[in-house]
């Protein structure tokens, strides 16, 4: 509670019973979304700091993923983010959940089940799901995403893709390629934005040739595979590869060894994320290591913090430099 504005003075301001105000803030159920909204909103307004979890027994949070990214053997980004979640709920006293959704899912009524204090939203979701999450009033703070407004917690994305580009211009690299996801998501287009600028600054040419978005539909490594087969058929083939993360890399790799091609002496790569499979491979590769498991600490803290921490955070990437690259 901020002040001296209690319970009774939000019931009293907003026209219902204290009773209400408690289901309202705690996010129980047995209200309409407008009269949850509603309170909310009075509360706010009065003064009520609605970004600090609830006290008393253990305040509850949601980590949500999108179902495309919840197979953690497929996606261990998100696998190594988790377990940061749990280390920061640890510290805290926070009980979290896992849960996963996708666009038509009721998201809403299915967070309701769970009855959260707080929402921890990692990777990219469709815009219907994160109205459906700004709808709810929650404190929320996204992890390897961003929307206007709401807090976020992101890799250097943008220097990370400008670190790799660099990278391959100092090794001599002339045809730099960058094999892209869906630039709807946000750590894509930030990454794209990197290379283009270290391009840029080094006076060479973009050629939107060397340009290859993976296929929608796909998951990161068939989609990578097919837009490594598009470079290929290129008159002038690239010879370095910027992927936009570790496993799209991978896959464009053996792509390129099938066809017979040198790695790094014909093609070199450089990956983004620095998952186990990066450095354990038949040829190690060339990435940029996020703390992924300091993104998922990190929102924690920035939930629980609330209006006390910064409302958007970056955290620094590494060049780790491996044989793929020379």
């Keep these: 509670m901020s002040g001296d504005v209690t319970v009774r003075d939000i019931a009293n301001a907003a026209g219902v019973s204290v009773g209400t105000v408690s289901r309202a803030l705690k996010n129980q159920r047995g209200l ?6 509603h309170v909310r909103q009075v509360a706010a307004d009065l003064g009520y700091d609605l970004s600090r979890l609830r006290s008393g027994k253990a305040p509850r949070l949601v980590f949500l993923i999108h179902r495309h990214h919840s197979n953690f053997a497929v ?21 979290p959940t896992l849960l996963s959704a996708r666009q038509g899912d009721a998201v809403g009524k299915l967070l309701k089940l769970h009855e959260p204090d707080a929402l921890l939203v990692a990777g ?18 996204l992890v390897d995403g961003w929307i206007p407004g709401c807090a976020a917690v992101n890799p250097d994305n ?27 998501h946000f750590s894509i287009r930030e990454r794209s934005r990197g290379y283009r600028r270290a391009l ?10 060397l340009e290859a978005l993976a296929p929608p539909g796909m998951d990161d490594a068939e989609g990578a595979a097919a837009a490594m087969r598009t470079l290929l058929r290129r008159r002038l083939r690239p010879d370095a590869v910027f992927a936009y993360n570790d496993s799209a890399a991978l896959a464009a790799m053996r792509v390129c060894l099938d066809a017979g091609l040198r790695i790094p002496e014909d093609i070199a790569f450089v990956g983004f994320d620095d998952i186990p499979a990066a450095r354990y491979g038949a040829i190690p590769l060339t990435t940029l290591r996020v703390d992924k498991q300091e993104l998922g600490r990190t929102g924690v803290e920035m939930l629980v913090g609330g209006g006390a921490m910064p ?8 060049l780790m430099v491996r044989e793929s690259s020379g």
């Design 158 to 184: 943008t220097g990370g893709g400008y670190q790799a580009t660099r990278h391959l211009l100092d090794l001599g690299r002339q045809r730099i390629a960058y094999i892209a996801g869906s630039l709807a």
């Design 75 to 95: 996606n261990p980004f998100f696998a190594e983010v988790m377990h940061g979640v749990e280390e920061g709920c640890r510290q805290f006293g926070v009980a």
């Design 124 to 141: 990219y979701f469709e815009d219907e799901v994160l109205a459906q999450l700004t709808d709810l009033g929650l404190p929320l703070v």
């Design 32 to 37: 309409s979304d407008e009269t949850r909204r």
């Design 311 to 318: 409302q958007e955070m970056v955290m620094g990437v590494e």
């Design 200 to 209: 840029f600054e080094a006076g060479v040419l973009a050629d939107p040739d």
